[in-house]
Each structure stands twice: as C-alpha cells, then as structure tokens.
C-alpha cells in the first residue's frame, strides 16, 4: 500500500514541480495573458486535487496545518464551475499554497516511506 499511496504523493509533487517551472519569472499579468499556461496550471491543480484524494487521512494528518478538504475540492470546482474561478483566485494558490503543499508532501512521503 506505501508504494501505491508514494505515487500519488510523487504526482502532487511532480505537478507543483511542474506550475513552478511553468510560471518561473512570470507575474500575475503573463499569466493572464497566456491561455496555454493558465489550462496548464489549472490541469496541475486538478491533478494534485485528484491525487490528494488517494491518500489516506491518517497521512495527511501528519501535516494538519493545510487544509485538505479544500485541497480535494479545488479539483471539482475546476472542473465544474471553471467559468465561476477567476485568475486572480488561481494565481493566489501557485503563489502562496502550491509552496506549502510541497512542503507538506515531502513531510507526508518522508512518513509514507516508514510504512
């Protein structure tokens, strides 16, 4: 079950990796101006959300400073109330959430691997 539960968390990790690189140097107003790097954000998003939700509560207890459930909603309301999400919203996950989640998931993988 580690092994499994390890890939999800190396997805999150690997999506936030992803947004980092992707928005490396841009500012909030390249962001909005670029089309293919906001669906690219919004599909890493969706793909942490999703991920999120294959790892047991017992792991993501182990950092109970973020807030999980609106982790595993994000994915939802991207993907169905996309039109009500503006990009400010967005932009305030990559720059002040993303960062602490990968934080979060290292200490989570690093509690997974003693399984």
């Given at each position: 079950m580690a092994r499994e539960v390890r890939h999800f968390i190396a997805d999150i990790i690997r999506?936030?990796?992803?947004?980092?690189?992707?928005v490396g140097g841009k500012s909030?107003?390249?962001?909005?101006?670029?089309?293919?790097?906001?669906f690219a954000i919004e599909r890493a998003i969706e793909i942490v959300s999703e991920?999120?939700?294959?790892i047991p509560?017992?792991?993501?207890?182990?950092?109970?400073?973020?807030?999980?459930?609106?982790?595993?909603g994000i994915g939802?309301?991207?993907?169905?109330?996309?039109h009500g999400l503006s990009d400010k919203i967005i932009w305030g996950v990559v720059v002040d959430e993303l960062p602490k989640l990968r934080i979060a998931m290292q200490a989570i993988d690093e509690a997974a691997a003693k399984d």
């Amino acid at each position: 079950m580690a092994r499994e539960v390890r890939h999800f968390i190396a997805d999150i990790i690997r999506a936030i990796t992803v947004v980092d690189q992707a928005v490396g140097g841009k500012s909030f107003d390249d962001y909005q101006r670029d089309s293919v790097l906001r669906f690219a954000i919004e599909r890493a998003i969706e793909i942490v959300s999703e991920a999120s939700r294959r790892i047991p509560d017992e792991l993501l207890a182990v950092r109970p400073e973020i807030e999980w459930r609106r982790v595993r909603g994000i994915g939802n309301v991207l993907r169905h109330e996309y039109h009500g999400l503006s990009d400010k919203i967005i932009w305030g996950v990559v720059v002040d959430e993303l960062p602490k989640l990968r934080i979060a998931m290292q200490a989570i993988d690093e509690a997974a691997a003693k399984d």
